[in-house]
């Protein structure tokens, strides 16, 4: 379910039909889209220093919280419509998970501070264009909290009381906004 929430509000397919190719018209609106969005590797420097940003926040109210990343070997993928037939790449980002904090509930980011880590998460996500938030999080109970902020431009930063995760939406590489024409990926570059 989650997967098609992200995909439903970060325009990351079409989930009536995935094989349907989006048309000329709205693959050349596409591409001036992405033009004029931060590159891949831009969006991945600005969202990691987000995420240990915001890590680091909530260790200040919470001494002794330690962090980690995980799933560190995630690769680009190509994007969903109206992106699938342009050189576009999103990715996925490590998340980065806590040990320590609230013992009463298992670890993590007590519900004592909850509000104030969220407010840093909110501001450090309006920062990457994502301003907008889940008014029903997916869990909102004591000891297992989150918060969803996306923005239209893909960009999605998830906060949860045990992680940081985050997604930079569909963007160029750098070497692909400065092409002039759409580059078709290669046998090493897997769509």
Not at 37 to 56: H, I, K
Not at 122 to 137: I, K, M, S, V
Request: hydrophobic share 30%; with cysteine.
């Amino acid at each position: 379910m989650t997967a098609a929430v992200i995909a439903t509000t970060t325009g990351c397919g079409d989930l009536d039909n995935p094989y349907k190719k989006t048309g000329p018209g709205e693959t050349a609106q596409a591409e001036q889209v992405l033009r004029g969005r931060p590159t891949l590797e831009d969006t991945r420097a600005r969202l990691t220093q987000a995420v240990e940003d915001l890590a680091a926040y909530a260790t200040s109210l919470v001494p002794g919280m330690t962090w980690y990343w995980t799933d560190t070997d995630r690769q680009p993928r190509g994007c969903g419509a109206p992106y699938d037939e342009t050189n576009g790449w999103q990715l996925n980002m490590p998340n980065y998970i806590t040990k320590g904090g609230d013992s009463a509930h298992g670890g993590g980011i007590p519900d004592a501070v909850w509000p104030q880590v969220r407010e840093k998460a909110r501001q450090l996500a309006a920062d990457l264009g994502a301003t907008e938030h889940d008014p029903f999080p997916f869990n909102e109970k004591p000891g297992d909290r989150d918060a969803r902020f996306y923005g239209n431009n893909g960009t999605v930063l998830w906060l949860s009381t045990r992680g940081i995760s985050s997604e930079t939406g569909c963007r160029y590489r750098a070497a692909d906004k400065t092409s002039t024409s759409p580059v078709t990926p290669t046998a090493e570059q897997p769509r």
